[in-house]
C-alpha cells in the first residue's frame, strides 16, 4: 500500500492522475479520497442497482462511471449522451470492498435515492483535477426573447409584449402580450428548427390561456425553421409560425 499512499491523494498533484488495473482496494481508497476534490472517470466491469423513486437493474457490462465533486454520479454505456444511471449534485459517494468487489455508493437524501455500482473487475481510473471556467452561452432562447421584447414589430406590426416568462398552469409562456385587436398573443420560442413536439407544447399553452381566460387566443412559434410535418401541424391547430434565427440577432440587439 505504500504505492497507493503516494499517488491517492489527487491535491497533491498539477493536473491527473491515471490508475491502470488498479486492485479493487487500490480503486476504493482513490475514490474515497478524491471524489469530493477531482472529477473521477472509470472504466470497470460492473452492474447497477437503483432505488428512490423508481427501481432498475442494469446488468454486468463495461460501463464508464463519472464522479464529481459536487456529488453527481453518473454510468454511461456505449450509445445516446444521457447516463443509464445517475445521481444529481448534492449526493454522497462512498466506496469500499465487499468480497470481490467494489462498491461505489452514491446517495441522496431529499428525495431519498440510492445507486450502488458493484465493480468487478476495474480496468482504468483516470482522476482530473479540473477548474471551472467561465460559461456564456450565445444565441440563446432568452436572447431571442429579449430582442423580440425591444423590437415586437419583428413578430407583427401592433404586437404588445407584457411579461416574459408568464407562468401558466402547465408551464412558461416564454412571452405573453396583445396584438393591435386586443387578442392574447402568446410566443414560444427556439433556438434550432420546430419540429411537431413544439406544436403540441405551444398549442397546450393556448388552450390553457383561453380556458383561464375566456379570451381569444393567439399562439405564435418563433424559430430559425421548421419542420414540414410541424408546419402542417401548425395551420392544422390555427396557430402560426414566425422565422428568427438567433445567429441574425448576436450582438444585434437594438433598443
Known amino acids: ?16 492522475v491515471i490508475l491502470e488495473k488498479p486492485s ?24 447497477v442497482n437503483y432505488r428512490g423513486r423508481a ?5 454486468p457490462s463495461d460501463h464508464f462511471i463519472i464522479t464529481k465533486p459536487d456529488g453527481t454520479l453518473m454510468v454511461h ?17 462512498t ?15 431529499y428525495p431519498k ?12 481510473i483516470l482522476g482530473m483535477s479540473t477548474k471551472s471556467g467561465k460559461f456564456e452561452l450565445f444565441m440563446s432562447e432568452s436572447q431571442m426573447v429579449d430582442y423580440v421584447w425591444k423590437n415586437p414589430s419583428i413578430i407583427e406590426d401592433g404586437f404588445t409584449p407584457i411579461s416574459r416568462e408568464y407562468r401558466i398552469r402547465f408551464g412558461v409562456v416564454d412571452l405573453y402580450g396583445y396584438d393591435k385587436d386586443g387578442n392574447i398573443l402568446i410566443c414560444e420560442f427556439k433556438r434550432r428548427v420546430a419540429d ?35 408546419l402542417l401541424a401548425l395551420k392544422e391547430k ?18
Open 24 to 47: 479493487l482496494e487500490e480503486a476504493a481508497e482513490f475514490v474515497r479520497r478524491n471524489w469530493r476534490h477531482c472529477v473521477i472517470l472509470i472504466f470497470a466491469f460492473c452492474s
Open 113 to 124: 435515492e440510492i445507486v450502488v455500482i458493484n465493480c468487478y473487475d476495474v480496468y482504468l
Open 55 to 59: 427501481a432498475s437493474q442494469l446488468s
Open 238 to 255: 390555427g396557430l402560426e409560425f414566425r422565422k428568427l434565427d438567433p445567429k441574425d440577432i448576436l450582438g444585434g440587439n437594438k433598443e
Open 77 to 93: 454505456g456505449p450509445e445516446k449522451r444521457e447516463p443509464i444511471n445517475w445521481n444529481p449534485p448534492g449526493a454522497i459517494v
Open 95 to 109: 466506496s469500499y470492498v465487499e468480497g470481490d468487489k467494489l462498491v461505489i455508493r452514491s446517495r441522496r437524501h
Open 1 to 16: 500500500m505504500g504505492a497507493l499512499n503516494e499517488i491517492a491523494n489527487i491535491r497533491d498533484l498539477e493536473k491527473y
Open 196 to 230: 411537431i413536439q413544439d406544436v403540441g407544447q405551444l398549442a397546450l399553452y393556448v388552450e390553457s390561456v383561453q380556458k383561464t381566460t375566456g379570451r381569444n387566443v393567439r399562439g405564435i412559434l418563433v424559430a430559425p425553421g421548421v419542420s414540414e410535418t410541424a
